[in-house]
């Protein structure tokens, strides 16, 4: 069974989403403030209790999820879900440029929140279950640890992130689709106001051009293409 954190102040919230994702076979448990997550997230660590997915709501007390997600890091490569609240495209914006590797409005559906609960898991889980790594002139992934290497130079990078040098990789030189990669990557169809795919794609170009100036081209109207 999945375990998942839920970091959220609503408790009534989290009490039935708790309660939905329990019946849908996903272990939740719930803190209510960013300070309890940061503390629970270390905690597993020490106590060597593996959470699968952190879902992480921008607006708690103590710490918010935006300050949580500049720390985490520090602490843990968790895969990370944004709860934000309608309208607010600034934070959802800022929040996957901190890391975060999907994010969903609220209030939210808790039917969608288990699809994109499972897209994330099934996403991590597909990529860890793929041994052979991907080895390029200067761009290097080992699915197996989920290592990026570039001039055998480590890259910092999210699971998102990883995904999608992957699967850009596997297509290097073509030009893929913004609706492919959302489909195979983000596992979800592209909504044409969602700016998730982009904004992941800019946070990865801006790690890898100490290493190209244009790693990533990007192909108007059409997709991206690999270059590096």
Not at 82 to 106: F, H, N, P, S, V
């Amino acid at each position: 069974m999945p375990n998942i954190l839920l970091g959220d102040d609503d408790e009534e919230l989290t009490q039935l989403l708790q309660e939905y994702l329990h019946n849908h076979g996903i272990h939740c448990e719930c803190v209510h403030d960013g300070e309890a997550v940061m503390r629970r997230l270390k905690a597993a660590t020490n106590d060597a209790i593996s959470y699968d997915l952190l879902v992480l709501d921008i607006m708690m007390p103590k710490m918010d999820g935006l300050s949580v997600l500049r720390q985490l890091p520090t602490i843990s490569d968790i895969p990370v879900i944004m709860l934000t609240a309608k309208g607010e495209e600034i934070d959802r914006i800022i929040g996957l440029e901190l890391g975060a590797d999907d994010y969903i409005t609220k209030p939210c559906n808790p039917r969608e929140l288990l699809a994109r609960i499972n897209a994330v898991i099934k996403r991590t889980n597909v990529a860890s279950s793929e041994h052979t790594p991907l080895p390029d002139s200067r761009l290097q992934l080992d699915q197996t640890q989920r290592i990026c290497q570039i001039d055998d130079i480590e890259l910092q990078v999210t699971g998102t992130e990883f995904d999608l040098l992957v699967a850009l990789l596997r297509q290097k030189g073509e030009v893929v689709s913004k609706a492919w990669l959302s489909e195979h990557v983000l596992q979800r169809e592209l909504q044409p106001f969602d700016r998730s795919l982009d904004v992941h794609v800019s946070r990865l170009r801006k790690k890898m051009q100490p290493f190209h100036d244009e790693p990533i081209k990007a192909i108007r109207g059409k997709g991206y293409q690999l270059v590096l």
